[in-house]
C-alpha cells in the first residue's frame, strides 16, 4: 500500500514537472487548502507551502492540533519564524552568506548577521507557490505544490523547479515529498519541513516533559553564530545524545549558550522496514496526549530545535508561544555544507532532481 501510493505520487510529480515549466508561474493566489481522511486533517497554505495545522484523536479521541501556527494567511505572511514552511533554496546557515561552486563565488543576502538563514529574506518559506493539483478527501488526499526560483535569486545561481507533495495515507500518515530540478546551473539545494511540532497540542504549554529519541550517533557542532566548525563530533557524554529516548528538558539546560537544542545532527542508517529508501530519524513521545511521532527520511542530516527564540507569539486562537513551547525535527542536508568539503554534498547539476522523502506515522497509544 505505501509502497504503491509512494509511486503513484512520484508519477503525479513527473507529469506536474513538465506541465508546471510551461505554463509558467504567475497568477497564483494564496489559499487555505484541507486535506482530510477520517479523523485526520492536515491544513495547509500555498504561502510558504506550510502545513498551518494537523489534527487528530489523543488517547480520548479528542481532536488535537499538535502544531504551532496562526489562523489567518495575513499572520503568515508577517511570519519571522517559519512557522510550518517548506524552506530553501538552502535551508539552515551558510556562514557569510557566501560559497564558491566551479571557480565561481556567490555572494547571498544575508539576513541573519552576516549570515544566511533559510535562503534570505525571500526564501521558499515567503513566496506563494502555485497550486499544481488537490485531492481533498478520499483514500489518498494529497497537494501538490510547485514553485519556480529564478536564476539570482537571493544569490542563488540558476533556474530551479521545485514540487512538494503533502500526502495522508492510512491510517495516520504524513508522506511528505520535496524535488527541485536545477534547469540550467549547478546549485545548492537543501530543503526543509519547517513545522513547530508540539504533541501534547499546540496550547498545551512547553514540550520539556516529552520524550525524545533521535537515531543520531553524531552530530556537527557550531561556533557562536551557530555556523558549523566542520568537525563531526559523538553525541556520547553530550546533552546532544538522544540514542536512549528520554524527556527533553532532562539535559536542556546545559545548553545555557543557545537557550536549547538548535543543532544538526548526522543520522545513523537505521532503516525504516516498511520503506527502505528511508532512515528512521526521530520518534517523539506526548503523554499529555499518548500520541507518537515516528519521522523518516531520505535526507542525511536532522536539525533538532526546541523554538529557543519563540517568544510572546501570539498564535492560533490567541494562545500566546513561548521557549520550548514547540520542536523542529529538520530533516535535511548538513548545514553550510556548501563550506566543507568534509559534508555530504548539497549541489545539484543542470538536469539533476534533488529528492528529499519524508514520512510522518502517528500513533495514538495508551
Ligand atoms: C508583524 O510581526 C511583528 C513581529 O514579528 C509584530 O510586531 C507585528 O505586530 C506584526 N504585524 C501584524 C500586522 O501582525
Ligand atoms: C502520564 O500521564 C498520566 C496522567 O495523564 C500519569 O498518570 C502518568 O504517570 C504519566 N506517565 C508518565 C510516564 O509520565
Ligand atoms: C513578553 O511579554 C511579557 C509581558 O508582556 C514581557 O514582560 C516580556 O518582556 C516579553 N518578552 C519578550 C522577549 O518580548
Request: glycine share 10%.
Amino acid at each position: 500500500m505505501s509502497k504503491f501510493s509512494f509511486l503513484f505520487f512520484c508519477l503525479i510529480i513527473t507529469v506536474v514537472s513538465f506541465g508546471g515549466i510551461v505554463n509558467g508561474h504567475g497568477g497564483s493566489k494564496v489559499g487555505i487548502y484541507e486535506l482530510k481522511r477520517g479523523d485526520f486533517t492536515v491544513k495547509l497554505t500555498n504561502f510558504g507551502a506550510r502545513i498551518m495545522s494537523v489534527v487528530l484523536p489523543d488517547r480520548n479521541g479528542k481532536p488535537a492540533d499538535v502544531v504551532l501556527g496562526y489562523d489567518s494567511i495575513k499572520e503568515y505572511l508577517n511570519d519571522s519564524r517559519y512557522f510550518g514552511a517548506i524552506v530553501g533554496r538552502v535551508a539552515n546557515r551558510i556562514g557569510g552568506a557566501q560559497f564558491t561552486l566551479n571557480g565561481i563565488h556567490y555572494k547571498l543576502d544575508a539576513n541573519e548577521n552576516q549570515n544566511m538563514l533559510h535562503g534570505g529574506k525571500r526564501g521558499f518559506g515567503q513566496v506563494t507557490w502555485k497550486v499544481e493539483q488537490h485531492v481533498k478527501d478520499g483514500p489518498n488526499p494529497f497537494i501538490v505544490l510547485s514553485y519556480y526560483s529564478f536564476d539570482g535569486e537571493e544569490g542563488f545561481p540558476g533556474n530551479v523547479f521545485v514540487t512538494v507533495t503533502y500526502a495522508l495515507e492510512n491510517p495516520y500518515k504524513l508522506r511528505v515529498i520535496m524535488e527541485a530540478e536545477a534547469l540550467n546551473k549547478a546549485t545548492p539545494v537543501n530543503l526543509a519541513q519547517h513545522s513547530y511540532w508540539n504533541l501534547g497540542g499546540h496550547n498545551s504549554g512547553d514540550i520539556l516533559s516529552d520524550e525524545v529519541q533521535i537515531f543520531a550517533s553524531h552530530y556537527t557542532p557550531v561556533n557562536k553564530q551557530l555556523i558549523p566548525t566542520g568537525k563531526i563530533l559523538p553525541v556520547k557524554g553530550t546533552p546532544y545524545d538522544f540514542l536512549k529516548s528520554h524527556k527533553v528538558g532532562s539535559m536542556i539546560n546545559e545548553l545555557s549558550d543557545t537557550m536549547g537544542y538548535d543543532i544538526n545532527y548526522a543520522l545513523d542508517d537505521c532503516d525504516n522496514e516498511e520503506d527502505e529508501d528511508m532512515r528512521l530519524a526521530a520518534v517523539v513521545y506526548s503523554n499529555k496526549t499518548g500520541i507518537e511521532m515516528k519521522i523518516s527520511t531520505s535526507a542525511p542530516g536532522l536539525q533538532f530545535y526546541t523554538a529557543n527564540y519563540v517568544h510572546n507569539a501570539t498564535g492560533k486562537g490567541g494562545y500566546v508561544y513561548q521557549p520550548h513551547s514547540a520542536y523542529c525535527f529538520e530533516t535535511q542536508g548538513f548545514p553550510d555544507a556548501v563550506n566543507h568539503p568534509n559534508f555530504p554534498s548539497t549541489i545539484v547539476n543542470p538536469g539533476h532532481v534533488y529528492t528529499h522523502y519524508m514520512l510522518y506515522e502517528f500513533q495514538i497509544k495508551e
